[in-house]
């Protein structure tokens, strides 16, 4: 044992050495066990923190416009035409 270094400074550092090592076979086990989860996991297998999903969209809403309707919004868009570059 070095004289400059104390045995509490040498219990120290085998102590987080020793949680190192339980961090990392801890680590490799739970990757090691996610991995083999998602290899059993079936294609038609649902996720349940996932909500469903609806199938098909809202249904089209659709809004008869009059005649000077159509005009203004015509107008409209030939004026934000004519402003692009």
């Known amino acids: 044992m ?3 270094v104390s045995s509490l400074q040498l219990m ?3 102590v ?3 949680a190192t090592v339980i961090w990392v ?14 290899a059993v996991r079936h ?6 923190a996932i909500p469903r999903q609806r199938r098909s969209g809202p ?3 659709t809004v008869e416009l009059t005649p000077e309707e159509r005009a203004a919004f015509a107008g409209l868009v030939r004026q934000f035409s004519d402003s692009r570059p």
């Open 59 to 61: 249904a089209a809403e």
């Open 25 to 38: 076979v801890g680590l490799s086990r739970l990757l090691r066990r996610a991995r083999t989860g998602a």
């Open 12 to 14: 120290g550092v085998a």
């Open 16 to 18: 987080l050495a020793l």
């Open 43 to 48: 294609h038609g297998q649902v996720l349940r």
């Open 2 to 4: 070095p004289e400059h």
